[in-house]
């Protein structure tokens, strides 16, 4: 069923930890999700031992630094990074309400996809809130450019994605992955796609003070003479690369703060693209309605959405 057409918001139905390093920072992280109520959001929470030192929502007006990742906040040492993998399995789960407790400065970066993260989700189960579900409906086009790139959104009965990347190196070049995205399709097109780079990039990244938890263990990584390095290969065929780039693209527009009715398309974007379109989207009150089912179903069209008062609901405020 399509995400985010159901009629009731939802949690996860109990408390899930889970442990890894962080990409970047190379250092242990663990998270735990705990369910929240109606209306809460995705909340994470920066721990130092047993105290919360932050507390940032995960909307776009939070969204900090996008050069490598996905970060919010805009201090160092009260934002939390590498967010966009854990935000699209959420998003892709149709999960509301979370808080998510975070020992470190980033998310676990696990095995460089969504799929630990939809794993964790499966194993505790969902648990449905007694509130309606409010969607962000794209009602005419939203496009913005930056050199060869451009990232839009479209009117569309339902959520789609058209993600196009454009590399020079043979062994990607041109992909698209396209598709309505509901939960199966996340889980078996996109949730495996793991994070990519270059052989010639890591001196570069590591002296920077990045990619120092970067290893074939959660990173496709392609070789000086254009070939992937990692033994077990691409797990996806020739276009894992594309399909990596789509999770983003679910991660990074789950900022939204809810589920999105519309069709988002991309060319040779990244984590800023994505970050930038939401907020030109968001910021023209023309462009998009605030809307609810008129009743729960457990699958909705076009005509079954009403638009409410939207200065009620401001998914993308502080």
């Known amino acids: 069923m399509p995400i985010g057409l159901l009629g009731f918001q939802t949690t996860i139905a109990d408390s899930i930890s889970l442990a890894g390093i962080g990409v970047h920072s190379g250092a242990p992280v663990s998270i735990t999700f705990h369910p929240a109520e109606a209306d809460t959001g995705i909340v994470f929470q920066r721990m130092q031992d047993d105290t919360v030192v932050a507390e940032v929502r995960a909307v776009s007006s939070q969204v900090g630094n996008t050069d490598l990742c996905t970060v919010l906040g805009r201090m160092p040492n009260h934002s939390i990074a590498t967010v966009e993998h854990v935000m699209a399995a959420l998003y892709a789960m149709g999960i509301d309400n979370l808080l998510v407790e975070v020992h470190g400065a980033e998310m676990p970066i696990m095995d460089g996809s969504s799929q630990a993260f939809i794993e964790a989700i499966e194993q505790t189960g969902t648990r449905a809130l007694g509130v309606k579900r409010r969607y962000i409906r794209v009602v005419k086009p939203v496009r913005i450019e930056a050199g060869g790139s451009w990232s839009e959104f479209r009117p569309y009965d339902g959520t789609r994605f058209e ?4 590399f020079e190196t043979p062994l990607i070049g041109r992909q698209m992955w396209k598709g309505d995205l509901t939960a199966q399709v996340f889980r078996d097109e996109l949730s495996r796609a793991r994070t990519f780079g270059f052989m010639r990039d890591v001196e570069r990244l590591w002296a920077a003070g990045y990619a120092l938890g970067s290893s074939l263990e959660n ?17 996806y065929r020739h276009d894992e690369f594309v399909r990596h780039k789509a999770l983003d693209a679910v991660g990074d527009l789950a900022l939204a703060g ?3 009715i519309g069709c988002y398309r991309s060319y040779r974007g990244g ?15 023309t462009a998009y309605e605030v809307v609810e089912t008129r009743m729960p179903r457990q699958r909705v069209g076009a005509r079954d959405f ?6 009620e609901f401001a998914p993308w405020s502080a």
């Open 219 to 235: 990173s496709v990584v392609i070789s000086d003479d254009d070939t992937v390095i990692n033994m077990e290969g691409l797990r």
């Open 163 to 166: 993600i196009e990347i454009d």
């Open 271 to 285: 984590h800023k693209m994505n970050a930038n379109a939401l907020k030109a989207l968001l910021s023209d009150p």
């Open 306 to 311: 009403i638009a409410i008062n939207a200065p």
């Open 258 to 260: 809810a589920q999105f």
